[in-house]
């Protein structure tokens, strides 16, 4: 079956680094969507990853390892209101999104 | 520039009842429209997506149905709600699809 991984809940203090981890096992692999879910409110998309690397897009970075079955959102320099829930979805070899249950980020002062 | 818009944001109906949300978007012809449920704490459960007008993909077998009568509107609907039925609506457009999504606002049902 197809199956994605993510930590239900992880903590961080406002200004620090935090890595959210996803690991994937599907048919076939045609790029990982990372998104930002506030409570209450609908999905934003925050990042694509179709190729093994980095992509930084100001302080959010999304790593990928194709081989590992792998990627990582990376929050620099952490705000009150990056306190969210992040998902990662994979789009398969059917082209159909895949979706993780989403990491439930909290920022402590 | 692109906007989608679902409505209404919340709704309360009792258990037998119909449901009928509809989404709708502005600034692109012929998107991939798509039909989400999440329940509380959980993911993303694709209920249906359209890659054109009348043609349309159902992913989970059950009570609901979908319609896309126009380009650029996107209809769920259920001509009996059960409890289970109860959620948060994410109604979601691409440009096609390998393109990401963009959702919309969302519609909280509670069936009582």
């Known amino acids: 079956g197809q199956n994605i991984d993510q930590p239900t809940e992880m903590t961080a203090t406002e200004g620090a680094i935090v890595q959210i981890n996803c690991t994937y096992q599907t048919s076939g692999f045609n790029g990982l969507f990372w998104y930002q879910q506030h409570a209450g409110e609908a999905p934003t998309f925050l990042s694509y990853?179709?190729l093994d690397g980095l992509e930084e897009k100001g302080r959010f970075s999304s790593f990928l390892s194709r081989s590992k079955g792998y990627s990582y959102l990376l929050l620099k320099e952490l705000q009150m209101k990056d306190s969210a829930s992040y998902l990662c979805?994979?789009?398969?070899?059917?082209?159909?999104?895949?979706w993780g249950a989403g990491t439930k980020l909290i920022i402590k002062p | 520039s692109q906007t989608i818009h679902q409505w209404p944001a919340t709704l309360v109906q009792p258990v037998g009842s119909p449901l009928s949300l509809e989404c709708t978007v502005e600034?692109?012809?012929?998107?991939?429209l798509y039909w989400y449920r999440q329940a509380a704490g959980r993911g993303l459960q694709l209920l249906f997506y359209?890659?054109?007008?009348?043609?349309i993909s159902s992913e989970v077998p059950q009570n609901l149905s979908a319609s896309r009568p126009q380009d650029r509107q996107f209809i769920l609907s259920s001509k009996k709600l059960l409890l289970s039925d109860s959620g948060f609506y994410l109604c979601a457009w691409g440009r096609d699809e390998k393109s990401e999504q963009f959702f919309g606002p969302g519609t909280r049902l509670t069936v009582l």
């Open positions: 990853n179709v």
């Open positions: 600034g692109t012809s012929n998107p991939n």
């Open positions: 979805a994979v789009l398969d070899s059917n082209y159909q999104l895949i």
């Open positions: 359209s890659v054109g007008i009348g043609q």
